[in-house]
Every structure is written in C-alpha cells, then in structure tokens.
C-alpha cells in the first residue's frame, strides 16, 4: 500500500507526527493497540485513561512503549476523583503528550510543564478556549455539538465553533466533532483548524477495544442516529436505543437531575462499549456515525483519510 | 470596489447566477429589497414570503423586477394555510426560481414544474433529501442544526448533514446553516456542496428589511447567544431573551406541546424582527450570530464572503 504525502502544520509540527490526526482518547476503545496502531501510521495516538485505574494505565503506556517508538498521548478526564494519580503515573512513565477533558487544565498545567509535556486541552466553546490559553496550554481541541459522547452544554457545532476559537485565542485549534474523512478535514482546515481529532471513525477499526457488537452499532447507524440527552446532568451523545428512549421520555415529563441520576445508575459506559449490551448500555457515539460504513484497520483508516484529504483540495473550485 | 471573480458550479450555473451564493428567504427581514441587492451583486437573493399574504408577495415580485433584470426568486413555506395562492402567485408573475420549504414539495412540483420553474427544496436530514429528489426537485438545500429560525427534529449538523445529503443524491446540493463568510462556504464546499445559502449574515444587511434592534442583536451575539426551542411544538433557533428562558423553564418542567402553544402565543417572530422587541418576540438568528460584527451592505457582504472563499481556499496546506 502507497503511503500518501505529509501534511505540515503546527500541529503536525508541536507533535512531530506525519499528519495532524488525533485518534482521540475514548473510553473502554483506546487502548494502548489503538494507539500504537495510529502512532505507528503516522497519526497521533491517545491511550483514553477515563476507563482505566492508575495500575491499568501504567500498563498500557509501557505496552504502547514496547510496540512503538513514535510520539503517542494520553487523554485525562479531569473530573475523574483520582486525576491525580492519573497524571502521577502519566508523568512517571515519561508521557510527553497530554490532553486534559472536563474540567480545567489550571490545578494540573505546572505539574505537567515541569514534566516537560506538551498539554492541550479539549473545549466546547470560546470562554473555556480562552482560559486553556491563559493558563498555558499548547494546543486547544475545539470539539462540536455532533461529537460523540460527553458534550458541552452550549450545544455550538462545529461549523461555528471552529472559526470563532481560531479568531480568538493565537495557540493553534485541533477541530472535533462530526469528521469521520478527508472532506471533513479538509472542512476543518478551511475553518482554520491545524489539526482533527477523530473519534467515532477509530473507535469502528480493528483496533479498538471495544465490543463487535458497539462497532456493528456504529457501521449500522444512519445520519439521524444519534441524540444528545441528560442535558440536565452531564450532556452525552449516544446511538439511540431502548435506553436514550427510557432517558428522552423521562426528560419530556420534566424529570430532575436527580431523577435522570438514578435512571441513568452506573457501568452504562462499559455495558454498551465493553460488553456489547445494546439495550441497556449508552452507546456513545458521534453523529458522523452514518457515514462509517466499515470496521478497518486503523492505518488504512489513517491514509484514507489523508488521501481523501488531498483529492478534496485538489477539487476545490 | 473590485469586484471578485465567479464561481462557476453546478448551482452557479442552474439559477445562471455569478456566485453560487443564495441568500436565505427570511420572514420580516428579506423582502425585494435586499433579494435584488443580492441579485444585482451576482448572488441569488429570495423573497421571503413566509410574512407575507398572496398581495403583498405580489407587490415586492414586481418591484423586483423594476429593479434588477438578474435572477432572483421565492421561498414558500408549504405549511402555510394559502400556500396554494403564494404559488399561484409566483406563477402568475412569472418567478422561475421557487425554494420551498417546512413541508412536503410533492403536492406543487408538477404545478411549478409546468410553469418552467427551478424548484429546490429545504431539507433536514438524508430522508427528505431522498423525497425531494425523488418528486423531481431540481435542487436541494440541506439545512443544519445551527441554521436560524425553524429546525428540523434530528438536530443533524451541517458538518454531518452535507457529506450525507451529497452522497445519497444525483442532484446538486445547497448547504445552509452556519455559513457566515468564506471559510464557512469553503467548508461546504469541501463537504460536497455545490452552493451556499446564507441568512443570519444577510439578514444583518443594510438592505434587510428587520429593525435595527434585531440587527444589532445579531451582531452583538456571542457564540453561545442562540438556542434551540420549542422541540415539543417546531423547533427554533432564537437568540436568548427572556421569552426563550421562560419556554426552557416550562420544558425543563415538562410543559406539555399544548402549554407550549400557549406560550408562544401568535405575533412573536414579528414583534422581535420586524417591530425589534426583543424581550419577548422570537430573535431568530443562526448560530453563526457570534461571528457576525457590522452591518454591511449586501454587495460587500457577499464580495467579501467570495474573497474570503478564493484566500481560505489558496491557503489549504
């Protein structure tokens, strides 16, 4: 197979990788084989430690050390009670690549510098593009409404969020949310962005953890698959089921916080992704779902979508 | 002021326009005014007939035509009690470019299509896509979630939306919703998209017919400004006020569609855009309201959208 050309940009360039692709950390998906995978090809690969204890991270970075010797990252949900000790062990396996998630990078910004880091920080809106900036930060993702998964409360989409976060902060912008391919790329290079993260395409391939059943549920949806609900707990896109029905009815009969809490219970995460339990689980996936039509190796994921990249520019009018 | 060069494209050359640049039919705020600054500047600018009865719409059909001799043509939202007149009307005038929308185009097209009418159709979501093409539409407009004014139910993007339409249509394809300047249209463009309709940026022109208040609240707007409401009644995107906070407290309460009804009442699209109450009317406006800064006329806004199209294009890396 023909490997196509490099792209440079700043992100390509902060990263030292051969595309500005991130395979984004994901829950019970990412990792350390599918991260290697993305790294090995050329891409940036993240372990998602948002489903792993310290012990276990460990582990998957020292197998993703053994398997590659290009740049790779882990992603750190930050409100997860023992962030701490996820950044600990980051920074004791030598780590060089973080990227922090809901909550705020501030508490956790010099520890990570002083390990000489490279942090960047996922935001779903201009304010919180910002405050990363201010406090340091190398890099924004700047993730829409369409992504899969847990989502911001302001609900702005990709289309605007992109544009409006290059306007205003001068760090370079990774643009996420609703790109499963190279027109969607090449979309938000033209919105400014010097990087993609992608989810939902890396979470169908051969590589990701999670079970064939979650990756059938992708291949199979259609454009209108996916819906944001618990907007009055923590927003999430899923792929609908009999779950999102339970969720959405409870929420038109104007259920509470506290409510939706209990409905919602625990291990829903694990239940769909893990364990293949597509009725009960919360299937999070991105709205780009419809557009994933096959489970692939995560190179062959990788160059299509640099190919496709090219070909779109190249078509341009 | 030099005037950029065209943009030749399937759409482009359907409506036989120098820009494939379609400037949304808007209640209140697009009537032959600002349709035929548009026109004149070598975009497509739509008279809105969605505020208007049969005699009215008559009345600016004519005084377009006193003044361009370029094409121009006519929204019609189909859920109107007399839409059956407002397309006698256009007929009867002679109008050859019908976009239709909030509705189901089967019943007219072979009614407009007999009259020598281009009719491109509105559409949320692949489905419809699919029914537009399949009646004979000429056209499509797919319209995404941040888009201003009435939604549709899937709350399908426009990043996911175009890729989506494009692949599953033969006939050329109109992205609409979060398209205020040249990236956003490049952005289409690398979607698959084969034009631009475009109306928040239009809508705060010189020539939009809207009170200056609803201008400066679109341009005041800030990325997180617009909401999506109403999904219990028809969806609509407005930019907050405190008539779309009191309708989020009912639904988070579990207001149901008829004391939603209720709520709304009648007149209130009116009182915000063309009568520029903006505590308690409907501010319809799309997401894309943040990146909107001046009032400008319609010519300069789309000179600048095209240049901004051919500087964001040349700079893809």
Redesign the interface.
């Known amino acids: 197979m023909e490997i196509p050309g490099q ?3 700043k992100i390509s360039k902060l990263f030292n990788i051969r595309y500005p692709i991130i395979q984004a950390g994901m829950v019970w998906v990412s990792g350390y084989k599918l991260a290697v995978a993305v790294s090995n090809a050329g891409g940036l690969g993240l372990i998602g430690s948002g489903s792993m204890k310290p012990e276990l991270l460990k582990e998957h970075i020292q197998k993703a050390k053994l398997n590659t010797t290009k740049p790779f990252g882990v992603n750190i949900p930050l409100l997860r009670g023992d962030a701490d000790e996820l950044i600990q062990t980051v920074i004791d396996e030598g780590v060089k690549i973080v990227f922090t998630s809901a909550g705020h990078p501030g508490k956790y910004i010099d520890k990570l510098k002083n390990a000489g880091c490279i942090v960047t920080h996922v935001v779903p ?3 919180y593009a910002l405050k990363a900036e201010s406090v340091g930060c190398d890099a924004i993702v700047a993730e ?3 992504a899969g998964g847990h989502n911001g409360i ?8 992109i ?2 976060v290059v ?1 205003a902060v001068k760090i370079p912008v990774i643009a996420a ?3 499963p ?1 190279g ?2 790329m ?7 962005a010097e990087g993609v993260q992608i989810g939902t395409r890396f979470a169908a391939s051969v590589e990701s953890s999670a079970h064939e059943n979650y990756k059938k549920a992708i291949i199979n949806a ?3 698959s996916t ?2 609900i618990l907007k ?1 707990v923590t927003p999430v896109r899923m792929i609908k089921n009999e779950f999102s029905q339970k969720v959405i009815e409870a929420e ?4 509470t916080r506290e409510e939706l809490l209990e409905l919602l219970g625990r291990g829903r995460e694990r239940a769909a992704i893990f364990e293949g339990d597509l009725e009960n689980g919360e299937i999070e996936a991105g ?2 779902s ?2 994933i039509k096959e489970i692939l190796p995560a190179s062959e994921i990788l160059y299509n979508i640099v190919r496709e990249y090219y070909t ?2 190249n078509k ?2």
């Open positions: 792209i440079e940009t809106s201009v304010k829409g409404f369409e302001d609900e702005i989409t990709t289309f605007c969020l544009p409006q306007d949310g609703g790109i391919d027109r969607g090449a979309a938000a290079f033209a919105l400014g259609a454009d209108n819906v944001l009055k038109n009969r104007g259920a709205q780009c419809g557009m779109t520019k341009l009018v």
